[in-house]
């Protein structure tokens, strides 16, 4: 069985998380047998409708926090209907506004609030319950009620202060206490029918420990916190093969002697010797972790380079694409800079005056984004489109725009070309210099700022002979074919060389 570990402390619809959709695409082509572990905290909703977005079948998701209980990964299906027949003989009047249903009990200071799965459907993903006026409780929902929150009023807020777990019958599996954070931060006990567990790393570790793993299992890591009481998955993998994947810089900082990793691979990368295989996305990331392994620690390790996505197909459009349409695509985070690319469009169309932009994505940055294209009166050429499945869309539009800080990979560069796309973004390692042939099939930017990405994108609108550069993106991406890179992970997979046989330079 092959595992694929993703452990942070937030969720998201990211690179990570489309690479591991990708990756379960590609195991499934194969005939590989492969589970893909979330080991996030609580995204904002059934983690089920999450991961189906992205790609995954349920059948192939393990969280973390589910997986001790016997409640299987599922769409929500529970319904107003259920929720009514548990509030037993207690008369109630309902109303309802939107996706909520409010249920006031009139002998009672209580009322709850039933937040409904979509706009559409009967069924309830989570119920909020009100008494005197304070929060106590908050429960969630797919087929049965998977676990609740409880809360204490604390200096005129709702404190979080318990967690529990139910298996299918309604009895509890386990419990999550917190302690005080005015005390020590993120301090958590889990207590068990059988026993006690310490940390949320402790849980990981327990998680493992019950996958019973064996050294013809792998166990592949999509990033972990650095810290070394953090490292769980590695050091709880044993006696499977671990290879650990790179989905960004692996390093911030180095001179003639000392090298200082990114924080999430830090412990992986100061430890080879526990690691069987390292994987990064392009060979240029590939070469220079080499480089540096034999500079810093004088060791060879086995670094492959395996592409984080592939394409099942290339996407030509059905009618002609809008012209000078440009989309964006990813997290709306700092790091990303689409703000930039609002900006530098709204400067092009200066120039180019049909020129639109539509960004897709959700995330912390999207409130200023609102902000930002009402300050620029751009809105009717500038639209947030939210998180969708691009596969049908990116061939709808004439090009592609980035201001990310960085790419490793850059699964939207990817899907962008492989869609006949052209390009424009800075020239920054390493997705931009993989996918992009500057003059060719797009334009990589050496300075960087909003004023150089609008004379980029006016200069592919008004110079580039847009057939060739859609051609030419065309034959780049042929190499990144779903055949081609399941190829390679089958040369990967299939190779036994263990990590204790690390070549070391004298």
Not at 272 to 286: G, L, N, V, W
Not at 459 to 485: G, N
Request: charged share 25%; net charge negative.
């Amino acid at each position: 069985m092959i595992y694929s570990f993703h452990h942070f402390y937030y969720w998201l619809r990211g690179g990570v998380e489309s690479g591991m959709a990708y990756r379960a695409k590609i195991f499934r082509q194969l005939g590989l047998d492969a589970r893909f572990v979330f080991a996030t905290t609580f995204p904002n909703g059934n983690i089920q409708r999450e991961t189906e977005r992205l790609g995954f079948l349920d059948l192939e998701v393990l969280w973390l926090y589910g997986f001790f209980s016997d409640c299987r990964v599922s769409p929500v299906t529970y319904t107003l209907g259920q929720l009514e027949e548990s509030f037993g003989e207690e008369p109630f009047i309902n109303s309802q506004e939107g996706r909520a249903v409010k249920y006031q009990f009139p002998h009672t200071n209580s009322y709850c609030i039933a937040e409904l799965a979509d706009d559409t459907k009967e069924c309830v993903w989570s119920v909020v319950w009100i008494s005197h006026g304070c929060l106590m409780r908050k429960d969630y929902y797919t087929y049965c009620r998977i676990y609740s929150e409880y809360f204490t009023p604390c200096q005129g807020q709702a404190r979080l202060y318990l967690r529990r777990f139910f298996n299918e019958n309604g009895t509890v599996a386990y419990e999550e206490v917190m302690g005080d954070e005015s005390v020590a931060e993120d301090v958590v006990l889990y207590k068990f029918p059988d026993g006690l567990v310490y940390s949320r790393e402790e849980l990981v570790g327990a998680m493992m420990l019950r996958l019973q793993l064996t050294s013809e299992d792998v166990v592949l890591i999509d990033g972990e916190p650095g810290k070394i009481d953090r490292a769980a998955f590695i050091q709880n993998a044993y006696p499977a093969k671990v290879g650990f994947i790179l989905h960004s810089n692996h390093f911030i900082t180095y001179g003639e002697e000392h090298i200082r990793w990114y924080g999430i691979y830090e412990y992986a990368l100061s430890h080879p010797e526990k690691i069987d295989f390292y994987i990064a996305s392009t060979e240029a990331q590939s070469s220079l972790l080499r480089a540096q392994f034999l500079q810093y620690k004088g060791i060879a390790p086995r670094v492959e380079t395996i592409p984080v996505a592939g394409l099942d197909m290339l996407r030509f459009p059905a009618k002609a694409r809008r012209k000078h349409s440009l989309l964006t695509a990813g997290r709306l985070a700092k790091d990303k800079r689409t703000d930039w690319i609002v900006r530098a469009v709204a400067e092009a169309r200066k120039e180019v005056a049909d020129i639109s932009l539509d960004i897709y994505g959700e995330g912390s940055g999207e409130a200023q984004l609102k902000e930002l294209i009402e300050e620029l009166g751009c809105s009717d050429y500038v639209h947030l489109c939210g998180f969708q499945k691009l596969d049908n869309l990116y061939q709808q539009y004439e090009a592609y725009v980035s201001a990310s800080y960085g790419e490793t990979f850059g699964v939207t560069l990817l899907e962008a070309i492989g869609s006949g796309l052209a390009v424009v973004g800075f020239d920054l390692p390493y997705g931009m210099q993989v996918f992009v042939e500057d003059g060719e099939n797009g334009y990589r930017i050496g300075h960087e700022s909003v004023q150089e990405l609008a004379r980029g994108i006016v200069r592919l609108f008004t110079e580039a002979d847009l057939d060739a550069f859609r051609q030419k993106s065309y034959t780049k991406a042929k190499y990144y074919l779903m055949e081609e890179v399941g190829k390679r992970w089958q040369a990967v997979l299939s190779q036994e060389e263990s990590s204790c046989c690390l070549s070391v330079i004298r």
